[in-house]
């Protein structure tokens, strides 16, 4: 193509990922500059191809060494690692990114080349080509992997480019970091959207929560309403089943007055089908005739709408309107005739009038629209099996449970948020049962001959040619060529179960029913996959000027267009979001845009903030505090300030690391458990034995109830009921299994997914439980006779492998599916209440104490509950504590009480990051989610795991970051509490934790800023580590503190002095979580006064006009403890009160 002239490449490099959304290249009105966009593709994918060229001719010699470039090698194992939804478009992302591969080990010198690929990347990503977009940006990546973290845009667009491919492992790990590095990002409204969407889909529903409430204070320019923002979150409520707020949810919407038809009718679909399918909405009848109602009306809002029309058949069907459901179904097929769902129904109506050649003819339309339609296969199954022809039935059932079993792992983790009834829950297995039914029959059935009976149904093969399927077929075919490139990509994923189908989702947890095989009561098998819709339409009239003050010259135009959907992906997820947003036009550029070379892209610098390129050499923990504050006088105040790490200076956002590479052997898969004896007193005070904890990561201390003369008595059941019987217990609901198994009862396999209900009751009631639980037991054991029940408490051995397996195998058969309840996170922190069993406590060495100036969390200033408290736990034999590290990588102490024992499994924290791999794989949220690991997928990952057995009166010392779960193999208690070792190790784990969780959106309960600020106030130190992290943390905290008050008072705000209270707790912010720290902004919300972080406060008002702002320390005291923190030369202790 021809050259570019100057003045449209300055309109070109003011291009890039931001635009996303908001300048529609597809309509007509914007052609020139979609030409010039893909000039400048093609001009700088010659330039590129030519930079390549040279360097493989100066670099080798020989044409051997040069490689295709391998995507897998840069953003990691995305394409591996993603589940299964996501393996059609890695091959063809895999295949496009080759294409266009350059050699591995080049590296070129010149910087253009290097951001030339990021600009691609942004100018693929606005022309939709998303593939293409991926790939430049994976280049870009490869040589930026030092300092990507800098380039936001880069971020943004790497992020938008795998959601759009459905990678949504890697979208949500790029926004979440995006999101922490800049939580002021230019399009930072856009990010919590699409992060709330995958979160949904993934029944990460709290998160979901957050993020979608989050996106709605933003003041940005949107390509959304508020409107379709809170439709997202009421239907995340009726995922949950939370119907009662789903339903206020959607009433609320149908009140606003600016509603468009397009949403009011997703609204009353929605309704429409809750009424039909919750039952506590009513009585049936009247439920009934709200669906109708309501589903008419959306139909009357939205014609053209399949789905509502769809719906409405179903509601008739359900109600025997038989011909009702026909011309409901029948308009549904003309306006969306690629709907399998809709055609399963019509078989279904057809097989309940007897007419099985009709339902067999739209049984097989719905499977060749939907191959994975397991529902349609199941009833075809069904029809052929009714009539006799159980070779077809088998076929059938078969290609059934290839799509129940390609479902399994999305539906483990929804099972913790949705309810399934029985005939759901055991469909696989059901089916199972069937196929095995039907090999036996077939294995004895005679060869079929040509004087067999004729059969009443054409086979599979003929159906499959019969007119019908041959017309729509066509007509398949005809539509799927008018689908944009990108939507055709798409494999059958799992979605949140409400309301209408769509044509690629055939796999909802809502209860699904089945056809009976006598003809009587039949009703429909088939998952009520039903997805939420909403026309996303924004007036964006204030575009052209919030777009300037980004250096944006736009100006929008008067005509609304339907632009490509914001989440076409979530087509077959989670809900149609299309957009109407206004053209953009883009105006020429003065010639002040020449200095906007390519160089910018990979500039340390963030739109929104100012340079950090230079921090590590204008910061330094050697500097004092008035070198501080001369130092931030010179950082810009135009822009707020930067995101605040207590980390190193310019490091990457934190992420699981991997594990070790040694290959590990059975026998070091299995290490034996670190233990010590303890024979007196002396033995326990020995500053040996806090070095031998301190040296593993997980350790049991034997014998201390009895070294120490500990009563335990004081923690027993009976104790507790006479002291308080009607203290608050929190109780979890769990199934009983073995320690080193955990199964999906309904698919009859081991999984990660730990499920267990919560409930509150008193120590008096669980204390009649688990007396009660004990006498059954006994009367079970008495009944049956079983010898060697206490086969699990007579063994003093390190490793208790050899023991649970012999005892539990035993007992597995007679505690299937057998309920417990679990006594747990007992609060013993009232020293009025509990003043004889804190004071025992007292006993132990000074390592162990819940309150000790050698433990951290005693300098917190505050209650943290269950860390520098005690939590006592009461259990029955299976009482489960699921999989987890401590809150912040804090060490603890855990003392058995008895009687019973407990048994115990370990990771060491060093292979933290593959345990998190793990459960990713399994679709569970190590953070948020509830997990019990297989112990073969531990070993297969080269991950060793200790296991032992807890005795009463035995410490168990979990040392900082290690992974563990725990189960009760008796009746017994547990105490236990958190402490904080002052060595560098602690500290830097817990710092480092703290720094993930914000990048998780995951609140840290030990607010680490406040406590390092305390721990300069109150020790000395003499660990150079350590030392050196707490002062890194004071540099960078006094450093945001001294940036924000020069921010806020050049916007005219004042700085009250509020101090703080005795015992005040941390100050965290009410929007994100993150902790807050001197500088306090605050806005009264219903009624309440709730602290804001900076960044939220100026999405509520930019101008921090209505804010009110506090300090909370005045900055002279912060300098003097920033200043008097100092490294303690001594030798001996590495500290001193």
């Given at each position: ?65 040069i ?7 840069v ?43 990021c ?28 300092n ?10 790497i992020?938008?480019?795998?959601f ?21 990002f ?33 003041t940005?320019p ?20 939370k ?87 029948r ?39 939907d191959?994975d ?58 089916l ?24 009443t ?42 309301p ?92 002040d ?14 739109y ?86 301190l ?37 979890r ?6 320690p ?21 009751t ?23 006779g ?29 505690i ?19 003043k004889?069993q ?74 933290w ?40 009166g ?28 002052l060595?560098?190790?602690?500290y ?17 309960i ?66 994100c ?7 306090l ?49 001594t ?7």
């Open positions: 193509m021809g050259q570019i002239s100057f003045e449209e490449d300055c309109l070109v490099r003011e291009l890039d990922s931001r635009y996303y959304g908001f300048l529609d290249l597809s309509n007509s009105k914007n052609a020139e500059i979609k030409n010039l966009v893909q000039q400048t593709v093609t001009n700088l994918q010659n330039y590129i191809s030519n930079g390549q060229v040279h360097e493989m001719k100066n670099t080798f010699d020989d044409k051997n060494v490689q295709k470039y391998d995507p897998s090698n953003a990691g194992e995305h394409m591996e690692n993603s589940s299964s939804q996501n393996d059609e478009d890695s091959k063809i992302l895999d295949k496009e990114t080759n294409e266009k591969g350059f050699n591995s080990d080049e590296n070129p010198q010149d910087e253009q080349y290097v951001n030339a690929l600009k691609l990347g942004h100018l693929h990503l606005l022309l939709g080509e998303y593939s293409e977009a991926l790939s430049a940006y994976q280049k870009y990546l490869r040589f930026r992997e030092k990507y973290w800098t380039n936001h845009a880069f971020m943004y667009g992020g938008i480019a795998y759009k491919l459905r990678c949504f492992k890697w979208a949500i790990k790029s926004f979440q970091e995006l999101l922490y590095l800049s939580p002021n230019t399009c930072a409204n856009e990010v919590h959207l699409r992060l709330g969407l995958m979160l949904k889909h993934c029944g990460e529903f709290h998160i979901a929560l957050k993020h979608l409430q989050l996106s709605l204070l933003y940005y949107s390509t959304f309403s508020e409107l379709q923002v809170k439709f997202q979150i009421a239907h995340l409520y009726e995922v949950q089943n119907h009662k707020a789903a339903k206020d949810g959607y009433e609320f919407l149908l009140n606003e007055k600016n509603i468009s038809l397009e949403l009011k009718a997703d609204v009353y679909r929605q309704l429409g089908w809750m009424y039909h399918c919750v039952e506590c909405l009513g009585e049936k009848k009247e439920r009934e005739a709200n669906a109708l109602n309501y589903l008419q009306k959306s139909i009357e809002a939205e014609p053209k709408s399949g789905q509502s029309l769809y719906l409405l058949g179903r509601c008739y069907a359900g109600i025997n309107k038989v011909h009702d459901a026909f011309l409901a179904y308009n549904s097929v003309e306006k969306s005739e690629g709907n399998a769902d809709t055609w399963c129904s019509i078989g279904v109506l057809y097989q309940q009038q007897n007419q099985p050649t009709d339902a067999l003819q739209a049984y097989i339309c719905a499977v060749q629209l191959k339609h397991k529902a349609a296969w199941t009833n075809l199954g069904i029809l052929y099996e009714s009539c006799g022809q159980l070779r077809d039935a088998y076929a059938c059932y078969l290609n059934a449970t290839k799509q129940i079993s390609f479902q399994k792992s999305s539906l483990l983790r929804k099972k913790q948020a949705i309810r399934m009834k029985r005939d759901t829950i055991g469909l696989s297995k059901g199972s049962q069937r196929i095995t039914f039907l090999e036996g029959q077939l294995s004895q059935a005679p060869l079929p001959s040509i004087t067999s009976k004729r059969r149904l054409c086979s599979i093969e003929e159906a499959w040619n019969l007119p019908i399927s041959l017309e729509m077929n066509s007509r398949q075919q005809q539509t799927a060529q008018m689908i944009p490139r990108q939507n055709t990509k798409q494999s059958p994923i799992q979605g949140p179960p409400p209408y189908p769509h044509s690629q989702l055939s796999q909802s947890p809502i209860p699904a029913k089945r056809i009976k095989e006598d003809g009587s009561g039949q009703q429909e098998l088939i998952q009520n996959n039903v997805q939420t819709s909403s026309q996303l339409h924004q007036n964006l009239k204030d575009i052209s000027e919030t777009l300037s003050q980004r250096n944006f010259n736009t100006m929008p135009e008067s005509n609304k267009v339907s632009e490509q959907s914001v989440v076409d992906t979530f087509d077959d997820i989670s809900n149609d979001i299309y957009k109407h947003s206004e053209t953009i036009k883009l105006e020429r550029l003065s010639q845009a020449l200095s906007n070379n390519l160089n910018e892209d990979s500039r340390h610098h963030e929104n903030g100012g340079s950090t390129s230079d921090l590590s050499t204008t910061f330094k923990i050697q500097m004092d505090s008035k070198q501080l504050m001369a130092a931030v006088k010179q950082l810009p105040i135009d822009e707020p300030p930067v995101h605040c790490t207590i980390l190193q200076v310019n490091a990457p956002p934190p992420s699981p690391p991997d594990c070790p590479p040694q290959k590990l052997t059975r026998d070091q898969l299995l290490p034996p458990t670190p233990s010590v004896h303890l024979e007196n007193k002396k033995n326990a005070f020995s500053p040996q034995l806090q070095e031998f904890c040296k593993h990561p997980i350790a049991v201390v034997r014998g201390l109830a009895g070294a120490l003369k500990l009563d335990l008595g004081l923690f027993s059941t009976k104790t507790l009921v006479e002291a308080n019987p009607d203290h608050s217990v929190e109780v609901t769990q199934v009983h299994q073995s080193d198994e955990n199964w999906d009862t309904s698919q009859g396999k081991r999984v990660w997914a730990c499920i267990s209900h919560r409930s509150h008193t120590i008096a009631k669980y204390a009649q439980y688990q007396a009660s639980s004990f006498q059954d037991s006994l009367k079970d054991e008495s009944d049956k079983f010898p060697g029940s206490q086969a699990m408490s007579d063994s003093d051995s390190k490793d208790s492998v050899s023991n649970s397996n012999i005892v539990l195998k035993r007992k597995k058969h007679k299937n599916s057998k309920m417990l309840r679990f006594g747990t996170n007992v609060d013993l922190s009232d020293e009025k209440k509990w004889p804190l004071t025992e406590l007292q006993k132990l060495p000074a390592f162990a104490r819940v309150i000790s100036a050698a433990n951290m969390l005693s300098h917190v200033g505050h209650v943290i509950l269950g860390m520098n408290t005690v939590q006592l736990y009461m259990k029955v034999p299976g009482s489960r504590t699921p999989g987890h590290q401590e809150n912040n990588n804090f060490c603890s102490i855990n003392i058995n009480i008895g009687p019973g024992d407990c048994e115990w499994f370990a990771v060491p924290d060093a292979y990051g593959g345990v998190h791999n793990l459960c990713e794989k399994n679709n569970i949220s190590y953070l948020h989610g509830s997990w019990w690991p297989v112990l073969e997928d531990l070993y297969k990952e080269n991950i060793p795991v200790y296991r032992f057995i807890q005795k009463p035995d410490l168990v010392w979990v040392n900082a970051g290690c992974v563990h779960w725990v189960q009760s193999v008796g009746w017994c208690n547990n105490i236990a509490w958190n402490v904080g070792p060595t560098g190790r602690q830097s784990l817990a710092i480092e934790r703290y720094e993930w969780n914000k990048v998780q959106a995951f609140k840290s030990v607010p680490m800023v406040h406590l390092s600020w305390n721990l300069a106030r109150n020790i000395k130190v003499s660990d150079t580590k350590l030392f050196e992290l707490i002062k890194m943390c004071l540099l960078q905290t006094l450093k945001n503190v001294l940036h924000i008050q020069e921010y806020v008072k050049s916007k005219g705000v004042e700085i009250r002095f509020n101090g703080r209270g005795k015992n005040e707790a941390s100050h965290y912010c009410g929007q979580e993150v902790e807050v720290f001197n500088v902004f605050i806005k009264e919300q219903e009624k309440r006064h709730v602290v804001h972080c900076l960044s939220c406060a100026l999405k509520l008002s930019p101008s921090l006009q209505g804010i009110v702002c506090l300090e909370e320390y005045r900055l002279s005291e912060l300098q003097r403890v920033y200043d008097s923190f100092t490294l303690h030369r030798q001996g202790l590495a500290y001193t009160q």
